[in-house]
């Protein structure tokens, strides 16, 4: 178990320019979420899979922003035409839906280390 | 929609003494309520959990929570802190999403820090 691993750490870019992060989940974990952290503010959900699925979204996640995840292993999340406003921790977390508690009313989500994104 | 208070953005208290963090959640069904640990380059850390049953709850690291609902509290406690403890500390609501998974909406976080 190497945990959550996330990459690059940091990212610096301009405003207009697309930028991809990368998150690889726990081994076997079949769900994997992508939460973002602003300074001074807790992480804000922005989307989740389970196995390949994209199951939800949030309204946070604009137009310009989009996730993958292929074969359910791996995820990728990809904002297009970055603003100032995207500056941000990118965080990912995976747990393992088990059959006793098929819906994750009590599952542990795992966190990486996260992205930081700078926009300038 | 669920959100979580935490009040103390930042707390002080010195090494060897007793901690209480504070949580205030509003959700309309029975809460499943976390709270994790983040320490600088490091990602959020599980300190214990609440889904049902006994509302004293046991965690890691020595840490403990107690769920009241007559105050929709889950405050956060330890008897004697470490200087390891400093780090900042989120309290989260869960709520079940399509297909199952937990969304979780976290608080803003209260830094601590330890004076030894």
């Known amino acids: 178990d190497t945990g959550v691993s996330q990459d690059p750490r940091h990212k610096i870019t301009k405003r207009g320019q697309n930028v991809t992060f990368r998150c690889d989940p726990i081994s076997e974990h079949n769900r994997l979420y992508w939460y973002r952290q602003t300074l001074g503010q807790g992480p804000e959900f922005l989307t989740y899979f389970q196995n390949e699925a994209q199951l939800e979204k949030s309204r946070l996640l604009s137009d310009r922003f989009s996730a993958e995840r292929p074969k359910g292993s791996f995820s990728t999340l990809e904002i297009q035409r970055t603003e100032q406003g995207d500056s941000a921790m990118y965080l990912c977390?995976?747990?393992?839906?088990?059959?006793?508690?098929?819906?994750?009313?009590?599952?542990?989500?795992?966190f990486g280390p996260g992205t930081r994104l700078l926009v300038l | 929609a669920q959100s979580v208070t935490q009040p103390d953005i930042h707390i002080t208290v010195s090494e060897g003494a007793s901690l209480e963090l504070r949580c205030n959640y509003s959700y309309g069904a029975t809460p499943y309520l976390f709270w994790y640990v983040q320490s600088p380059g490091q990602g959020l850390q599980l300190l214990l959990k609440y889904f049902s049953g006994d509302t004293l709850v046991q965690g890691i690291k020595g840490f403990e929570a107690e769920f009241k609902r007559s105050q929709s509290s889950f405050n956060l406690r330890k008897p004697s802190v470490h200087w390891s403890d400093a780090a900042e500390y989120f309290c989260a609501v869960g709520s079940i999403l399509t297909g199952g998974g937990n969304k979780l909406t976290f608080g803003t976080g209260t830094q601590l820090k330890v004076e030894l």
């Open positions: 977390a995976s747990s393992l839906a088990g059959l006793a508690d098929p819906w994750g009313y009590q599952e542990t989500q795992y």
